[in-house]
């Protein structure tokens, strides 16, 4: 079974621009959560979704939004990029007990 | 909110046995995961506790006492691939799904 699945690997952006990260569950899994993970530190919670609906959000600014698909896929969306906004970005799914996570998409703003 | 505190970085010698300690406060405790990260990637996870006790797995062993907010991470056997860092997370049942909050993870290296 493949399991959490992320795209791109690896970007780089210039301040001031957007980026939209992708990511697919684990088949069956219907939650799906994005962490950021600033390097030397733990992964922060930022976004959870659950059959399309937003069930949490962490203390990020509002540049930062999501979404979920019918098919339990998601988006995670930053705008008017920063210098800190550097870092790996999670996705994991869930089926109600552990998060799994997938490879990460690591974010250069340059 | 939430505050998860665990050792930056900790050595021990392939072979011994090595103990991770985390200690959390959280206003509605729902669970305590161990994950493992290797440099540059993603975290994988190691162990799951909502009860007190100890859950073996292998060479991996996790207890936790919530009545302390403590729980620890038991590596035994030590190999020079267990180098990695080792995430203590909690989840509060306070927030709706399944969301954790992570400590700063502890850098494990296993020297020769």
């Known amino acids: 079974d493949a399991g959490v699945t992320q795209s791109p690997t690896h970007l780089i952006k210039t301040r001031g621009q957007q980026v939209t990260l992708r990511c697919s569950p684990i088949s069956g899994h219907k939650s799906v959560s994005w962490y950021q993970q600033v390097l030397g530190q733990g992964p922060q919670f930022i976004f959870q979704?659950?059959?399309?609906?937003?069930?949490g959000r962490g203390n990020f600014p509002d540049r930062f939004s999501a979404r979920q698909f019918p098919n339990y896929s998601s988006e995670l969306n930053v705008n008017a990029l920063l210098l800190g906004d550097s870092a790996l970005y999670l996705c994991?799914?869930?089926?109600?007990?552990?998060?799994?996570f997938g490879p990460g998409t690591r974010l250069t703003v340059l | 909110g939430q505050n998860i505190d665990q050792p930056t970085e900790m050595t021990a010698t392939e072979g011994a046995i090595v103990q991770i300690n985390c200690t959390y406060q959280?206003?509605?405790?729902?669970?305590l995961f161990w994950y493992q990260q290797h440099a540059g990637e993603a975290p994988t996870f190691l162990s799951y506790n909502v009860l007190d006790g100890l859950e073996e797995k292998g060479r991996f062993s996790s207890f936790l006492s919530r009545s302390k907010g403590y729980s620890y991470l038991l590596l035994k056997e030590l190999q020079m691939k267990d180098s990695a860092s080792y995430l203590c997370?909690?989840?509060?049942?306070?927030?709706?799904?399944?969301?954790?909050?992570f400590g700063g993870g502890t850098r494990l290296m296993v020297k020769p």
């Open positions: 997370a909690v989840r509060d049942s306070n927030n709706a799904g399944n969301m954790l909050t």
């Open positions: 959280t206003s509605g405790f729902n669970g």
């Open positions: 979704y659950y059959e399309k609906e937003e069930r």
């Open positions: 994991a799914s869930s089926l109600g007990g552990g998060e799994f």
